[in-house]
């Protein structure tokens, strides 16, 4: 995790990567154990065997710190499968050329025990997160305790990362064990838990840097749980920190790679999002877990929860303004955008105007050219214009200015789901492995509020090739591509806000 004033990225850090872990989360530990191998900072030599064991680690020679590194990489898998699993589920992004099953391409097709969803790799939201969440749990509660060399900014990481881990759980899941053999903790207490970490770490006060990602991670949290005072005190704290600041994981090549890079035909973007991809220029770019922007939008939803709509749309366009002010970078775009099953081409010519529903004006601006070089943003992007959307008087047209916003500019950043209102179910690796989960139970089956439509209609488009050889692409047969159904309008009229429903 690094922060960031700069409207630059800084230079990348490589973690020490740990293998993918055995069967439930005390894989955390085998994980934790394997990281270790080589590491010059422990000495396990009361042991014959070549993997140190719990005890060996508590005795080691600064055991915290020889940790970290682990647990650094963990939460790059766990922030790789979120990101992925809310760009597929839901209306960011669908399956194209791949091996990832069906169950991830849409809110109602996901199923508990679906072939990816279950999945340890990159894919597999739930694994990782428990993961990270059993890693961080030893670390606190086995490994700091004995440990008189770890110190309280060291403290204070392995806080922030268990909170990320039961933040990201309370915004994407219905409910989560957190021990073996425990009921599933509602997405509720999954979030009271994500704040009590991150309450430690302020209260550790490690530096200014893991303060301030401390904050934004409140305000988030916050958020999620419906609080919108503190949402609001928590998001303004950290923009009075630093109006620019943005908190990042950072990725390796090689080793656990940025999971939006390279741009492939495994995925393809709804295409009013298509100037946004790839946002990941090379195998090394960090994600934004926090950052400005995504402060000015939550107090935007504070203000909407009010009625305070002239102020929601200023608190939208100050996230715009600086989104417009964020880097971009040019990747030579070798995706053919092309649909599966059929082969035949997507829209990937920029004279094409897109239209978010039937309801909607076309729009230019929003495909680029492919293949060839593209020019994207990097950290936020969105469609909209600050001076717009301060001008903007209708509620509706407010809270809809909002929902797009947050797409845009929060795009592939792992929030989506959770914007939507879908709640993900546990994975069957843990319905078969607890006695008290059984196949049935509420939190065994995705919750997809009535407001999305069945189907894989939020994935859908027409025509589907707007080229008269849609198998080459080339001549327009028509410039004009309508999208099914705008879930930002949809939101925006049915009043969804993690705050209530809005005047």
């Given at each position: 995790m690094t922060h960031s004033s700069h409207t630059e990225r800084e230079s990348h850090m490589a973690y020490t990567t740990a293998p993918r872990g055995a069967n439930r989360w005390a894989g955390a530990l085998l994980l934790t154990l394997v990281a270790l191998a080589g590491c010059d900072t422990l000495d396990p030599t009361k042991v014959n065997n070549p993997n140190p064991t719990a005890e060996d680690l508590a005795n080691a020679n600064e055991p915290t710190r020889s940790l970290l590194p682990g647990l650094r990489a963990q939460m790059a898998r766990a922030l790789n499968a979120t990101t992925n699993a809310n760009a597929l589920i839901s209306d960011d992004y669908e399956i194209g050329f791949s091996n990832v099953t069906g169950e991830m391409n849409s809110p109602h097709f996901v199923l508990a025990d679906g072939g990816t969803y279950n999945t340890y790799g990159g894919f597999g939201i739930y694994w990782n997160l428990q993961e990270l969440r059993a890693f961080a749990d030893f670390v606190l509660e086995e490994i700091v305790p004995g440990d008189a060399s770890a110190t309280n900014s060291q403290r204070a990481e392995a806080h922030y990362l268990r909170g990320m881990a039961y933040l990201l759980q309370g915004e994407n899941f219905i409910a989560v064990p957190n021990a073996s053999d425990t009921a599933p903790l509602p997405w509720e207490d999954l979030l009271r838990l994500a704040i009590q970490d991150f309450?430690?770490?302020?209260?550790?006060?490690?530096?200014?840097?893991?303060v301030l990602a401390a904050r934004a991670a409140l305000a988030r949290a916050h958020r999620a749980l419906?609080?919108?005072?503190?949402?609001?005190?928590?998001?303004?704290?950290?923009?009075?920190?630093?109006?620019?600041?943005?908190?990042?994981?950072?990725?390796?090549?090689?080793?656990?790679?940025?999971?939006?890079?390279?741009?492939?035909?495994?995925?393809?973007?709804?295409?009013?999002l298509d100037f946004l991809d790839p946002k990941a220029d090379s195998?090394?770019?960090?994600?934004?877990?926090?950052?400005?922007?995504?402060?000015?939008?939550?107090?935007?939803?504070?203000?909407?929860a009010r009625g305070a709509y002239a102020q929601a749309a200023g608190?939208?366009?100050?996230?715009?303004?600086?989104?417009?002010?964020?880097?971009?970078?040019?990747?030579v775009s070798d995706d053919l955008r092309t649909n599966f099953?059929?082969?035949?081409?997507?829209?990937?010519?920029?004279?094409?105007?897109?239209?978010?529903?039937?309801?909607?004006?076309?729009?230019?601006g929003l495909v680029l050219t492919r293949p060839g070089p593209v020019e994207v943003p990097v950290l936020s992007g969105t469609s909209l214009a600050a001076d717009s959307v301060a001008a903007l008087s209708d509620p509706e047209d407010i809270r809809h200015a909002h929902?797009?916003?947050?797409?845009?500019?929060?795009?592939?950043?792992?929030?989506?789901?959770?914007?939507?209102?879908?709640?993900?179910?546990?994975?069957?690796?843990?319905?078969?492995?607890?006695?008290?989960?059984?196949?049935?139970?509420?939190?065994?089956?995705?919750?997809?509020?009535?407001?999305?439509?069945?189907?894989?209609?939020?994935?859908?488009?027409?025509?589907?090739?707007?080229?008269?050889?849609?198998?080459?692409?080339?001549e327009l047969a028509t410039n004009e591509i309508t999208i099914e159904v705008d879930l930002n309008r949809i939101l925006a009229r049915e009043r969804v806000s993690r705050f209530g429903t809005l005047p």
């Open positions: 309450d430690a770490v302020l209260a550790l006060n490690p530096g200014a840097d893991r419906g609080n919108p005072g503190e949402a609001e005190s928590f998001a303004n704290s950290a923009l009075s920190a630093d109006p620019n600041f943005v908190v990042q994981q950072r990725f390796f090549a090689g080793e656990i790679e940025n999971p939006n890079f390279p741009p492939t035909r495994s995925r393809q973007p709804l295409p009013r195998r090394e770019t960090p994600v934004a877990t926090a950052k400005a922007e995504e402060m000015h939008l939550i107090l935007s939803e504070v203000a909407m608190h939208i366009a100050d996230a715009v303004r600086l989104a417009h002010e964020r880097p971009t970078g040019q990747s099953p059929g082969i035949t081409v997507r829209p990937r010519t920029a004279g094409v105007l897109v239209r978010a529903d039937p309801e909607s004006p076309y729009r230019a929902w797009l916003a947050r797409q845009e500019i929060l795009f592939l950043e792992g929030r989506r789901l959770n914007d939507l209102g879908v709640r993900l179910p546990i994975a069957a690796m843990e319905i078969d492995a607890s006695p008290l989960i059984s196949r049935g139970d509420a939190a065994t089956v995705v919750q997809v509020p009535s407001y999305i439509p069945q189907g894989n209609a939020v994935n859908e488009f027409s025509p589907r090739s707007p080229y008269v050889n849609q198998t080459a692409g080339g």
